[in-house]
């Protein structure tokens, strides 16, 4: 399993289990699931409402808490100094953990203009050892530009949706300009970039499947990954890359499928919850 350093030394498992859409009575299985097919980072968030199954999970698991790389992120609704100092400890207790590896903004929501002062709580929970590392998600420009501007913490990761028919190209160069690590969502296009026939193409030249093609490509591109899968033949599936060689061609060959398919929300249209 491949070690990411991010910009503050702290190490990260290159490849996270995603939980997006595991129902709360499905979250502990499925985390124990993946902590016993060998990930050790678990990407979840306020929003998903299964933070509990997790917590259960990660503990039941047995193993060190130091071996899991935990990730959180703060729900739209508790952008704001106050708030969001309040939901991180709402998030931890609902895991169930000392501290959260991983604290994310989960979206900017410009229209509130609240994402500047949320950045400080999470800074001070930082400062305060409560988060190895924080940072923010689904922030295009020029939302990370203006995070930064009044930023006394860099980011440690930027979370976005990245895939080959929705790659986010001068997103990540942005991205890691500032030293922030990239970390991609979705990054199987949601099931759909599996099918297409160049991926499909080198699968089978390579002796591997679609998805670890892609699992493969980010990795070799440098990203951290959190793939989905509810079933555990998948998810383990897509954590066995070691053994498949993909040429600079072939990267290249996946990155010409871009073709503007975002597959999550819009930021820029999203509904504020109250
Ligand atoms: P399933 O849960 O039935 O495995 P993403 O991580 O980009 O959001 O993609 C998740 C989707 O891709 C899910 O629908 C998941 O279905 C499917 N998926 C995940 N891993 C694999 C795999 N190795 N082979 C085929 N489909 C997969």
Not at 31 to 45: F, M, N, Q, V, W
Not at 81 to 100: F, N, P, Q, V, W
């Amino acid at each position: 399993m491949s070690i990411i350093t991010l910009n503050n030394g702290v190490s990260i498992p290159q490849v996270g289990f995603g939980v997006f859409q595991i129902p709360p009575t499905d979250a502990q299985r499925m985390t124990e699931a993946a902590l016993s097919a060998g990930y050790r980072h678990i990407d979840t968030a306020a929003g998903y409402q299964n933070e509990e199954g997790v917590g259960v999970g990660v503990i039941q698991s047995g193993l060190p808490r130091d071996e899991v790389f935990v990730t959180t992120k703060l729900w739209n609704a508790d952008q704001g100094y106050e708030k969001a100092l309040a939901a991180y400890e709402t998030s931890r207790k609902k895991l169930g953990l000392d501290y959260i590896d991983l604290y994310l903004i989960h979206f900017p929501i410009p229209q509130k203009r609240l994402y500047q002062e949320t950045w400080k709580a999470l800074e001070k929970l930082y400062s305060e050892g409560a988060v190895r590392a924080i940072g923010v998600s689904n922030f295009k420009f020029p939302y990370l530009d203006r995070l930064l501007a009044g930023a006394e913490v860099v980011p440690a990761v930027h979370q976005i949706e990245v895939h080959p028919t929705y790659q986010q190209a001068e997103l990540d160069a942005l991205t890691r300009v500032h030293g922030i690590a990239v970390e991609a969502y979705s990054p199987l296009g949601r099931g759909a970039d599996l099918t297409a026939p160049a991926i499909v193409e080198i699968a089978a030249r390579v002796g591997a499947t679609p998805a670890q093609v892609i699992m493969t490509w980010h990795l070799k591109r440098g990203r951290i990954v959190l793939p989905k899968s509810a079933s555990v033949e998948r998810l383990t599936e897509n954590l066995r890359t070691d053994h498949i060689e993909l040429t600079e061609a072939d990267l290249m060959t996946i990155e010409t499928l871009e073709a503007g398919l975002r597959t999550g929300e819009d930021i820029e249209t999203f509904d504020i919850p109250a």
